[in-house]
């Protein structure tokens, strides 16, 4: 069973910056990829930013230049540094994991006040 664990949201305001992190129970490695997505209220859950086993990253167009997604195979972590944060951002995060299924985590709320 496959667990990931999140870490990191809070309240911040406009223009700060935080940092997200998913611990998963395991080698990371096995993942075909690993990622972040968010859901704000009302809207359908999005992708933020993820890389796959090939060392590919993708970051969504809203967040690109602001938020950087990384990992720590070490520690069988990734992180997501989020900075300039805007209202918009406001959303629960999420990480994900694909493996022979989709894996989530648990979720993180990330609040950005004006």
């Known amino acids: 069973q496959v667990q990931l664990v999140e870490s990191g949201g809070g309240l911040v305001q406009a223009g700060g910056s935080l940092r997200l992190s998913c611990a998963a129970s395991g080698s990371i490695f096995r993942f075909k990829a ?12 999005e992708l933020v930013a993820h890389f796959t086993s090939t060392s ?7 967040v ?32 994900n994991a694909l493996g022979i299924v989709n894996y989530w985590g648990q979720g993180t709320q990330v609040t950005v006040s004006s």
């Open 34 to 45: 690993m990622g972040w997505y968010r859901q704000a209220p009302g809207k359908q859950r």
């Open 56 to 62: 590919i990253t993708n970051y969504a167009d809203s």
């Open 64 to 95: 690109k230049g602001r938020f950087t997604i990384s990992r720590d195979n070490a520690k069988n972590t990734i992180y997501l540094q989020m900075n300039s944060l805007k209202p918009e951002d406001t959303a629960v995060y999420y990480c």
